[in-house]
């Protein structure tokens, strides 16, 4: 009864935690003074020399957007509701404060218009440098106009060459001084979130730190540790677990899919209204790295703790199977240090943030310009990274693929599947077997292998040309498209957030590009299998079951076939719950039994 009593009172501490992390969004109050603005815009990093310049803007656009506002700004909505506003409000005086020695002056732009008419409507550098004779401002035109330029458009009219270069010219102006704009994504409005907020959590993180993680992590080890006692005997139990409201798709799971739907979507999207859960683990990224929290480091380490966790768990339900145990151990050490730790570190030492443990196509935007030379540009020590990210994706990954399967990186490496193996193992039933969702899985999966592909190939084609587009799609867009549909949707909203309808593997076998790369070597060229002994099977289906990959393992089994599946991912659960010892993970060059299904 003890056991049962300190289980209770885990759940209730674990809830606590979680309410708290949930409420702390929504406390404190924020206000803009002059002190707040130019302690934060006189110093961060990026308004290094335009400091001064950009606070003294900042604040008399609060001023004039507080002139025409009587709301105020006293909570997180109404302040987020105005920020972009004031943002708005700076860019706008900015450009107009550079405009008469950045930008074209009215009287400049006439008197181009009027040598263009004289010039028999040729434009060209020779009428820059005539009516200009300003170096700066000559180049600036050349660069954004040079399309214009006879010969390569011949105007037949001045209304023609007025309409082109008049619309350039506002463009330029409007932009003029556009090193000094702020600007308004997710990262830049969290930034003046957590410089604007007075709140518990920025006057006493740790304090707050107790209250959510610290109320969450003793809740959780109270909840699962009882169970080494009331488990009872050796071997895996899942009793009950269709009898749970949270394992069996009922009210409570669709709750917990709810919740971390909505977290993941503010997390990707809507940053900005996480400052006061970021502000409790600044002093953590401070003690790591040396900065303030960004929502990646909060994610990380929320990632981090709930693998950590769940771990318990996992040592705890398979205690029996040292499988399981080491499997579980490598790939928490892999998330902890590889993956969190010493990224932090390596930034605190000036070099860049970087996961040694992440393949490409995993790790989609490695090949993106911005990631390329910021490698290229540390020196020696981002060269060996460029070095080991290609020859990791390249060379190790199906070289190990070949002689261990993709259960190597999928089971043991990777942090998506460590976070489906610990926190969505008691999901992992819910994977769908039917012929269905099988077909929809190849297509998926495949496709985004594919876009992958393609993405990486125009990304690198742009990269070494300087073109911004191949054949009239712009670069960028591609790589935002991905981003936004596979990196965040799929990965992270769906991924994650669906465990406890879909099951845990449901990025990983519907979405991940890298799974599909490796599938594809494991289904035709690797010594991996599960091999069947269908003379001891009885038919119990504990295997179909609990894998999470969508295998119907057990007809395999009946048959006596080796299990050959390209989604397999080796985790062993399939062979840890059978009853009879049917099933082993073996590495073996004996001919493989092929079937139609396998494909």
């Not at 507080?66 to 709301?71: D, I």
């Not at 790591?288 to 990632?303: D, H, K, R, T, V």
Request: charged share 15%; glycine share 8%.
């Amino acid at each position: 009864m003890m056991m049962k009593q300190i289980k209770q009172l885990g759940l209730f501490l674990f809830v606590a935690g979680i309410v708290f992390f949930t409420v702390n969004l929504f406390l404190g109050s924020y206000s803009i003074s002059k002190n707040k603005v130019w302690t934060h815009l006189d110093s961060t990093p990026h308004t290094v020399d335009k400091g001064d310049t950009i606070a003294q803007t900042f604040y008399l656009a609060f001023e004039e957007w507080s002139s025409e506002n009587s709301e105020g700004l006293s909570n997180v909505v109404a302040f987020n509701s105005a920020l972009p506003q004031i943002i708005a409000l700076h860019n706008k005086k900015i450009a107009e404060f550079f405009a008469p020695s950045l930008g074209l002056t009215e009287a400049e732009i006439n008197e181009i218009i009027k040598a263009v008419e004289e010039n028999n409507f040729a434009y060209n550098k020779e009428v820059l440098q005539e009516v200009l004779q300003n170096p700066y401002k000559e180049k600036l035109l050349e660069d954004n106009t040079s399309w214009m330029f006879s010969p390569n458009k011949e105007y037949k009219d001045i209304a023609s060459f007025k309409k082109d270069f008049l619309t350039k010219a506002q463009e330029i102006n409007a932009q003029t001084g556009s090193d000094y704009f702020l600007y308004d994504d997710g990262g830049s409005l969290l930034r003046l979130n957590k410089a604007f907020v007075e709140s518990g959590a920025k006057e006493k993180p740790w304090f707050y730190f107790l209250l959510t993680f610290g109320l969450v992590i003793i809740g959780t080890l109270m909840y699962n540790l009882p169970d080494i006692k009331l488990l009872g005997p050796a071997g895996i139990k899942n009793n009950g677990i269709y009898h749970s409201s949270i394992t069996n798709r009922g009210l409570l799971a669709w709750l917990v899919l709810v919740y971390l739907v909505s977290f993941y979507v503010v997390l990707y999207f809507w940053p900005q209204y996480l400052a006061n859960d970021i502000l409790i683990v600044d002093p953590v990224s401070e003690l790591l790295s040396g900065n303030e929290a960004s929502q990646w480091f909060l994610y990380g380490f929320i990632y981090c703790v709930a693998m950590t966790l769940m771990a318990v768990r996992m040592y705890i339900k398979y205690r029996h199977n040292n499988y399981q145990i080491l499997r579980t151990s490598v790939v928490l050490f892999f998330q902890l240090i590889f993956a969190f730790l010493l990224p932090e570190i390596l930034v605190r030492f000036n070099m860049p943030w970087y996961d040694f443990k992440n393949a490409w196509p995993l790790d989609y935007d490695f090949f993106f310009q911005y990631n390329l030379q910021n490698l290229i540009n540390s020196g020696h020590i981002g060269i060996f990274m460029l070095v080991w990210g290609i020859v990791l994706s390249f060379i190790i990954v199906p070289v190990m693929v070949y002689f261990y399967g993709k259960r190597w990186y999928c089971s043991w490496v990777c942090g998506c599947g460590g976070l489906a193996e610990t926190l969505g193992d008691p999901f992992r039933q819910h994977s769908d077997k039917s012929l269905k969702a099988w077909k929809l899985e190849r297509y998926l999966i495949y496709g985004v292998l594919v876009f992958a592909v393609v993405m990486t190939l125009v990304t690198l084609y742009s990269f070494f040309t300087g073109a911004s587009s191949v054949l009239g799609i712009s670069t960028y867009s591609i790589q935002k498209t991905y981003g936004f549909l596979i990196g965040s949707i799929f990965s992270g909203v769906i991924g994650t957030g669906f465990y406890p309808i879909f099951g845990s593997r449901t990025w990983c076998r519907f979405g991940c590009p890298l799974a599909a790369y490796m599938g594809i070597v494991q289904r035709f060229k690797s010594k991996f299998r599960i091999t069947t002994n269908g003379g001891q099977c009885i038919s119990c289906g504990n295997c179909s079951t609990y894998c999470e990959q969508g295998i119907d393992v057990r007809s395999y089994a009946q048959r006596g076939e080796d299990i050959v599946r390209s989604s397999c991912v080796g985790c062993g659960v399939c062979s840890a719950v059978c009853p009879r010892g049917v099933l082993k993970l073996e590495n073996s060059d004996a001919p493989k039994k092929l079937d139609i299904r396998d494909l």
